[in-house]
């Protein structure tokens, strides 16, 4: 079993930063795909970026250039910072493990809120 906790979250101003954090436990981490997945009220859940054991790496298009995502194999920690915020970005940011680049899901993390004000 996976279990992910998610810490980071919080209120900035548009144009500001954030670092997400997402610390796994579970013997199956070192060879999943983690990343983050969000989530905005009336929309659907969507991809933002994953990162590979090997550290391969996988954005959303409205991400790209603003965040990156980066992962401490030895801390079992993966990490979005996020540059340059919109207030589109606000979201639930859910911290996700799985294969395929987090194509396919396997375990969730709670979810931690991310307020952009204009």
């Known amino acids: 079993q996976v279990q992910l906790v998610e810490s980071g979250g919080g209120l900035v101003q548009a144009g500001g930063s954030l670092r997400l954090s997402c610390a796994a436990s579970g013997r199956m981490i070192s060879i999943l795909a983690m990343g983050w997945y969000r989530q905005a009220p009336g929309k659907q859940r969507e991809l933002v970026a994953a990162?590979?054991?090997?550290?391969?790496?996988d954005y959303a298009d409205s991400v790209k250039g603003r965040f990156t995502i980066s992962r401490d194999n030895a801390k079992n920690t993966v990490y979005l910072q996020m540059n340059s915020l919109k207030p589109e970005d606000t979201a639930v940011y859910y911290c996700?493990?799985?294969?395929?680049?987090?194509?396919?899901?396997?375990?969730w993390g709670q979810g931690t809120q991310v307020t952009v004000s204009s």
């Open positions: 990162i590979t054991g090997g550290d391969s790496t």
């Open positions: 996700a493990a799985g294969r395929n680049l987090l194509r396919s899901v396997m375990y």
